[in-house]
């Protein structure tokens, strides 16, 4: 049983979510109101107020994990979702693998995304900076709110259990253990551009300076957010043992949606920082962007589906997200009607032009957030008038790659294009190396693969046309082979970290888009009843079950299967695949056992046969997945390049002296 320390514990953090929403009350609207009557008193209470609201949200969260890891069973969240038997990683990840626990884990990185603009937004002009803290509070209101009257982790229960029910062994892994806070700092990271943009309507002003001052924090969102979804996918593909690594579930829908609008935000603030055009549409971006994210909170907390993913969750819940998700996106959007029009646009350029290519990546990525938005949707509208419409796999493979095969042909082409007008065929000249790579992997596909499917030869075509791209464009920026080989590496070496961070996102673009086609295309699967001793044959590999034997893991007891991998009779490695059984709560699963090539996965499962199998006799999943974690790989490119960018000294100095000036006695004119 808890001790009275525990229990102390817990109190200490209630109270201090409590101060936390009286913290956040105090951080929006003084300063708010002192930015709109330029009264420096009031505006001097939002940056120290975004700093201890961090302070007390982190004590709120470091109250929880204690109650967590001391096994506090009075607090109902942990006795509802963790267990003295439970490993130490799984019991500091169950903060987060609940309803509660996930909600105030969302309100303290949105504490912190307040506290690092209060704290390095140094370049930004005054009453700017205190009306985006002031927003972000807003946003910390509605959410410690939701955290403490209709979601909070801090409820006791009497008399005390002597042991708690455990977490979902789905959720017992170490990609989940990292995937949640990943995915949040993605999530809630686009709410600082949200802030940017709502700040920049107030005050009427949106140009290339807000531009450099917004990108970085959408690049650092988009990273996590990226990471994020990278973790999901491949734990969906280890751990629920079906051999996918994703689904088109409506949760992983979610995340994807945000996923696309940043990208688009990203390369719009690009031309608006570049061109000063584009201004609205950036700003419209910006609000839609975290729209998404707050949707994505609606569907996975709201009750309004089942999956895998999703919490339960009652209806009081679903209807103060639905309400807090109205206020928000309504509110913003009716602000946005009404001062779009002070946005005035800037330059004009020319259709063919690297301006004109982000154009057509933004359309191309708003059209494909909205088909996913549509199928996502569409069934939950149904189910309220009374029908039953499921939107599959099908549906979403037979919108969404048509509008990624433009996009992803104008993204290897536009960082060939000069700024406001270019020349396409000289473009195009330039490209030749990309283009005689294509009809080279084409013609192998056709010969040594023996492929005709057009959706195999379009992805690998695809994937080479962007690798290839990348590749000469790096030699075009370092003039390799017009120049030393020293020359040319100093050159490199002083490329700015934008222009490598590109190219390492445009080329983690390409191996994504070869490991989905080559997993896709060229599965070998076979789905058997085997007994130790028997063989199979996989893909040109050998696979011999050589026994089955029981064994008890920290939590669980497991059933484990031995596969003796050999080709052409020689032994490759040893795969371990298992059943696992959970007493706390009592569940059963399957651990895939894989054994990683940079040529493909060997794939391994192994289940009971069912009651009326023979004895001995086991249910087999094998899989050869030839280069899927090319997919992983691309990601973790993508990821390093947003990095690289992030890292670009140009970026991070955030605008020139001059412009600061200029700025600043703008603002003293009209103080």
Not at 53 to 59: C, E, R
Not at 244 to 261: K, Y
């Amino acid at each position: 049983m808890a001790g009275r320390g525990p229990r102390v514990i817990a109190e200490i953090g209630h109270f201090a979510l409590i101060m936390a929403l009286v913290v956040a009350v105090v951080q929006s609207v003084p300063p708010l109101w002192g930015a709109w009557q330029r009264n420096t008193t009031m505006m001097g209470l939002a940056a120290p107020a975004a700093c201890l609201q961090l302070v007390m949200l982190g004590t709120a969260f470091l109250c929880l994990m204690i109650a967590y890891i001391g096994s506090d069973f009075s607090v109902i969240n942990v006795m509802m979702n963790s267990h003295t038997q439970k490993p130490l990683l799984y019991k500091i990840s169950g903060v987060w693998g609940n309803h509660e626990g996930s909600i105030l884990l969302w309100a303290l990185i949105l504490s912190f995304f307040g506290a690092a603009v209060a704290l390095f937004g140094r370049n930004l002009p005054t009453t700017f900076k205190v009306r985006v803290l002031s927003v972000q509070a807003l946003i910390g209101v509605g959410f410690i709110s939701f955290s403490l009257f209709t979601s909070n982790p801090f409820l006791r229960i009497n008399p005390v259990p002597l042991e708690g029910l455990g977490l979902n062994p789905l959720l017992q892994d170490p990609g989940l253990a990292f995937h949640p806070p990943m995915l949040y700092l993605g999530y809630v990271g686009f709410s600082i551009a949200f802030s940017f943009a709502i700040a920049a309507l107030l005050e009427g002003r949106v140009d290339a300076i807000w531009a450099r001052w917004v990108r970085p924090w959408t690049l650092a969102a988009w990273c996590f957010l990226t990471a994020g979804i990278a973790l999901g996918s491949w734990w969906a593909y280890y751990e629920l043992g079906w051999g996918g690594w994703w689904f088109w579930d409506p949760v992983e829908n979610a995340s994807l949606m945000p996923w696309l609008a940043g990208t688009a935000l990203l390369h719009s603030a690009i031309v608006v920082e570049r061109r000063e055009t584009l201004k609205s549409w950036t700003v419209l971006l910006a609000i839609i962007t975290f729209s998404l994210s707050l949707l994505g909170t609606f569907i996975v907390r709201s009750g309004v589906l089942n999956s895998v993913h999703a919490f339960a969750s009652d209806p009081a819940r679903g209807i103060y997200i639905l309400a807090f998700l109205t206020l928000v996106v309504g509110g913003s959007l009716i602000l946005f009607a009404a001062r779009a029009s002070a946005l005035k646009p800037g330059g004009v350029f020319a259709a063919v032009s690297r301006e004109g290519g982000l154009v057509w990546n933004n359309l191309f990525l708003a059209a494909a957030t909205g088909t996913v938005l549509f199928g996502t949707l569409f069934p939950m509208f149904a189910d309220a008038f009374g029908y039953k419409v499921t939107v599959a796999a099908p549906y979403f493979n037979a919108v969404f790659i048509p509008l990624m095969t433009p996009l992803i042909i104008v993204m290897a082409i536009a960082p060939f294009m000069a700024w406001k007008r270019g020349n396409i065929m000289q473009v195009l000249r330039r490209m030749w190396p990309a283009g005689v790579s294509v009809v080279v992997a084409i013609v192998l596909c056709l010969t040594w693969l023996e492929t005709t499917s057009p959706m195999a030869l379009m992805g690998v075509a695809l994937g080479v046309w962007v690798l290839v791209a990348v590749l000469v464009e790096l030699a075009g920026r370092v003039d390799l082979f017009r120049t030393s080989v020293g020359a040319s590496a100093r050159r490199a070496v002083g490329l700015p970290g934008s222009a490598w961070g590109m190219s390492f996102a445009h080329a983690g673009i390409g191996l994504v888009v070869l490991g989905i086609t080559a997993s896709v295309s060229w599965e070998r699967e076979v789905i058997t009843m085997m007994q130790p001793g028997e063989t199979r044959s996989l893909g040109g590999y050998e696979m011999t079950l050589t026994s089955v034997t029981p064994g008890n893991g920290p939590n669980y007891s497991y059933i484990r299967g031995v596969f003796e991998v050999r080709e052409e009779g020689q032994f490759i490695t040893q795969l371990t695949p298992e059943i696992r059984t959970f007493t706390d709560p009592p569940t059963q699963t399957t651990e895939a056992a894989i054994y990683p090539l940079v040529t493909g996965d060997i794939y391994a499962v192994i289940s009971n046969a069912g009651p009326n199998a023979k004895p001995g006799l086991w249910a087999v999943r094998l899989y050869h997945k030839p280069l899927i974690s090319w997919m992983w790989a691309g990601a973790l490119l993508m990821v390093v390049g947003g990095m690289f960018s992030l890292a670009d000294r140009r970026l991070r100095l955030g605008v020139a002296a001059r412009a600061q000036r200029r700025r600043r006695r703008e603002q003293e004119a009209t103080a």
